[in-house]
C-alpha cells in the first residue's frame, strides 16, 4: 500500500513539475521577445535624437547596426524556439502584441533606421557580425531586416494562435515602407554599378593609349640614326684642298705678261 502511495506521489510531482517547466519554459520565450523589443524602442529613440541633434557619427551608426541586427536575430530565434511550447491563453494574446509592436517600430523609426544605414560603415559591420556568428542576414538594409524579423514573428504567431487575424492597416504601411527601401536600396547599386562601369572605361582606356605609346615607340626611328645634314658644303661642289693650294702656287710663280 505504501509503495502505490509513494508511487502515486512521485508520478504527480513528476506530472507537476512537468507543467511548471513547460509554462516557465514558454513564459520565458514570450517575455525574451518582449524585452528585447521593448529595448529596441529604447535604443531608436536615442539614436532618433542623435539623427535630430546632427550628432549621429559613424561610429555611433556602425555599432547601432550591430546592435540592432544581433538584437533582431535574437527576437528570430526566440520565436521559432517557442513554436516548441504550448502557449497559455494569455501568452498567445502577449505574442500578437509583440508582433504588433515590432510593426510599429519599423514604420515608426523607418527613417531612423535609414539615417543609421547612411551613417554606417559597412565593412566593419560584416566583420564584426562575422566575428559573433549567428544566422545575421549581413548584407541587407536595416529596414528590410526588420521587415524579415516580422516575417518570421508573424509566421510563429499564425502556428501558435488558430484564431489570429493579421493587422491590414499595418500589413499595408510595412508594405509601403519594404517597397519604398528595395526601390532605394536598387536605385543605388544602379548608381554604383555605372560609377564603377566608368571608372573601369577610364582604365581600359588608359592601358590601350599605354599600348599605343609604345607601340609607336618602337617602330620609329631613333634620331640619331637620321645622317645630319652640312650647312656648309649642301648644294656645293666639293674641292679637294691639296688641288686649291697647287693652284695658288702655280699663279704665284708665273710672270706677268708684259704688253
Not at 535624437?49 to 555599432?63: F, I, K, M, N, P
Amino acid at each position: 500500500m505504501n509503495k502505490f502511495i509513494i508511487g502515486g506521489i512521485v508520478i504527480a510531482a513528476l506530472v507537476i513539475g512537468w507543467f511548471l517547466l513547460t509554462a516557465t519554459s514558454t513564459a520565458d520565450y514570450v517575455a525574451a521577445i518582449d524585452i528585447e523589443i521593448s529595448a529596441l524602442e529604447t535604443e531608436l529613440n536615442e539614436i532618433q535624437e542623435q539623427v535630430l541633434a546632427g550628432s549621429l557619427t559613424e561610429e555611433a551608426a556602425t555599432r547601432a547596426k550591430i546592435s540592432i541586427v544581433t538584437r533582431l536575430d535574437a527576437i528570430s530565434n526566440t520565436a521559432t524556439a517557442s513554436e516548441a511550447t504550448q502557449l497559455t491563453p494569455a501568452q498567445r494574446v502577449q505574442l500578437v502584441e509583440v508582433l504588433e509592436r515590432l510593426k510599429n517600430v519599423l514604420i515608426t523609426y523607418q527613417g531612423t533606421l535609414n539615417n543609421v544605414e547612411n551613417a554606417v560603415n559597412e565593412t566593419n559591420v560584416q566583420a564584426e557580425l562575422a566575428r559573433r556568428g549567428g544566422s545575421y542576414n549581413r548584407s541587407r538594409h536595416l529596414n528590410l531586416i526588420v521587415a524579415d524579423t516580422i516575417e518570421d514573428l508573424e509566421s510563429t504567431v499564425a502556428d501558435s494562435v488558430q484564431e489570429f487575424e493579421s493587422n491590414p492597416e499595418l500589413d499595408g504601411q510595412i508594405d509601403v515602407v519594404v517597397d519604398e527601401t528595395e526601390a532605394q536600396v536598387e536605385a543605388e547599386a544602379a548608381i554604383e554599378a555605372e560609377a564603377q562601369a566608368a571608372v573601369d572605361a577610364d582604365q581600359a582606356e588608359g592601358g590601350t593609349e599605354e599600348t599605343t605609346t609604345e607601340e609607336v615607340a618602337e617602330t620609329t626611328p631613333d634620331e640619331e640614326e637620321t645622317p645630319e645634314e652640312n650647312p656648309a658644303t649642301d648644294g656645293e661642289p666639293t674641292t679637294d684642298p691639296l688641288v686649291e693650294l697647287e693652284a695658288a702656287v702655280e699663279t704665284e710663280a708665273t710672270p706677268a705678261t708684259t704688253n
